[in-house]
């Protein structure tokens, strides 16, 4: 079904059924558009997307652009959201924690641009969507007052791959932020580019009334779990990675340059009863090429109510531009086979270093 204009958007949108596919003309469907209990069936998505991509329709001048509550087997494609006030597109479970909330949802090749001003204000806002995939999307300049590229809060069982997202380096924005009991999650060959003070935030400091599923008992509580943050490159920004209140994530296989001030942060922001210390952060098999002048603490920022000895450094390749003699970072535990001072630009005898360029 092809539709010229919001109108017939949401006349479709009404009408939809499983399988079916509603094309978006070329133009702007303005936004603040929201939608409730779209389902698709497995095998048999909704599929929501620009009938030309080079052409593609385009959510602007609103608060917000398309607003999603329990919707299941939906694919949003070729889309372009931006001079948005508030999120760029917003999904989540219709406030039933306890319930299904969103799933099985993809998002592909969407261009999120110019969306909030100085405050909270996100490219993507999940809350409580499980089993979902975010693909080659582009965001650029979000919120700048605690907004994220990508927020996610009690999401689980979600994949975040080969997106773009770029900034100007705010110090209080976020590229991708994992949340509120989010779980079993996949960051992976992502570019960050100056996305902010923490360009992936595993965890971070959420309400116990937003928690999916609810909190129940006395805990072990943890903002994020099993969270893998594998093969992206970051380039500048504050800190690449922040570990905050996680119980369990790794870190492998990333390209980070020319951080601001650390490579990675351990810190603890939710310190309410039954959660416990951030701990079991992995991270190995990373390249880092950083400037003695920018880096701080020997390049790892570690937080009160931490259990920073839990952390394991591995085969990592460390790198100071001006004086690689400086370049042994000063880590919580002992690194097993790092590389400390060698260009890794002239070298291919450690693992990721074969795959390292400078940035352009």
Known sequence: ??????????????????????????????????????????????????????????????????????????????LVFTVLYSNGLNIDDGGVRTGPGSHHLGLQRLRIMDVGGGGNEDGIKLSGVSDFRIVGCTIERWGTGG???????????????????????????????????????????????????????????TGRQFFRPPLTGNGPHAEARDIRVEGNTFVGGV?????????????RFNTIERPGRWALRIVQENRSPGFVACRNGEFTDNVIV????RWAEGGVNIGSS???????FARNWWYCVERPSRSQPKLPTKEIGGVYG???????????AEAWKPAK
Not at 35 to 54: K, Q, T, Y
Not at 166 to 175: D, E, F, K, L, M
Not at 290 to 293: G, K, L, P
Not at 306 to 312: I, R
């Open 147 to 205: 907004g994220s590229a990508i927020d996610m809060v009690g999401c689980h069982r979600g994949v975040v791959r080969d997106c773009l997202l770029r900034h100007n380096s705010p110090p209080n924005a976020t590229g991708v932020q994992c949340k509120g009991g989010t779980t079993d999650m996949e960051i992976s060959r992502n570019r960050f580019e100056y996305a902010g003070g923490r360009a992936v935030n595993i965890g971070g400091s």
């Open 306 to 312: 931490t259990a920073p000895a839990t952390f394991k």
């Open 1 to 78: 079904m092809l539709v010229h204009d919001a109108a017939e958007l949401k006349n479709a949108l009404r009408a939809a059924q499983p399988g079916d596919r509603i094309l978006l003309a070329e133009g702007s469907y303005g936004g603040g558009l929201q939608f409730a209990d779209l389902h698709g069936e497995e095998g048999r998505p909704i599929v929501i997307a620009s009938a030309d991509p080079n052409k593609p329709a385009v959510f602007r001048d609103a608060k917000m652009g398309l607003h999603f509550s329990n919707a299941a087997f939906v694919e949003l494609a070729d």
């Open 239 to 251: 800190a690449p990675v922040t570990f905050a209140g996680v119980d369990g994530a790794v870190v």
């Open 290 to 293: 950083f400037e003695e002048a």
């Open 342 to 352: 060698r260009d890794p630009a002239a070298a291919k005898d450690v693992a990721g």
